[in-house]
């Protein structure tokens, strides 16, 4: 895979840092992948963030990754997942005006690709959905629209000790939006990205 072209964009006059790696031939369309909490670390450089994108970008599809609010080179404040989600909004009709989509995102970032699924779904543009240690216990994730449920993973640590996986079952519940459960598996599933690639490659081309 080359390595990814540096992108500065523009949302309302801020600057937001991003990473565009292209599809290796005709792209099937364009995936976004949301990265973990802003005040705790998180950043597009995070590694499940990587596998992800790099999971997409071997099925087929051009992927965007960026920096949300006050990380890295983008500017602004942390805004509760509430302009993060607009943000990505923003990015998807900046670089993909039209055309098919996938979203993905990791703990809080999956949260914030929850947000943006329910507000793209009605365009009929989303494709694929993938979400990792959804931090829906800290936050109050929108319930999937039941279209979207055979289109989307939602994939968990049994050993998540950040998100608890009870939380996301109590989520998932009451959708009956199943969740695969990474035995023995982590937050961050150290020692398991390649088994999440593996997961995820299995989802984006069935």
Known sequence: MAAPQALTLQVDGRRVEALF?????????????A??????????????????????VQSGWNCLRFNFRGVGQSDGVFDEGVGE?????????????????????????????CQAVYDLWPSGRVQKTILVGTAVPKFPAPALPVE?????????GEHDD????????????????????????GHFFHGQLTLLKSLALRHLRS
Not at 39 to 52: A, E, I
Not at 148 to 156: G, K, Y
């Open 21 to 33: 790696d292209a599809a290796e031939s005709a792209a099937l369309g364009l995936a976004v992948v």
């Open 35 to 56: 990265h973990p909490h802003p005040l705790y670390g998180g950043t597009m450089d995070n590694k499940v963030v990587q596998t992800l994108s790099r999971a997409f």
């Open 85 to 113: 989600a607009q943000d990505l909004l923003s990015l998807v009709q900046q670089v993909a005006p039209s055309g098919p989509l996938a979203l993905a995102g990791f703990s809080f970032g999956a949260f914030v690709a």
């Open 148 to 156: 979207a449920h055979e289109h989307t993973l939602v994939i968990h």
């Open 162 to 185: 950040t998100v608890a996986l009870a939380g996301v079952m109590d989520w998932a519940r009451p959708q009956l939006l199943p969740v695969t459960v990474v035995p023995s598996g």
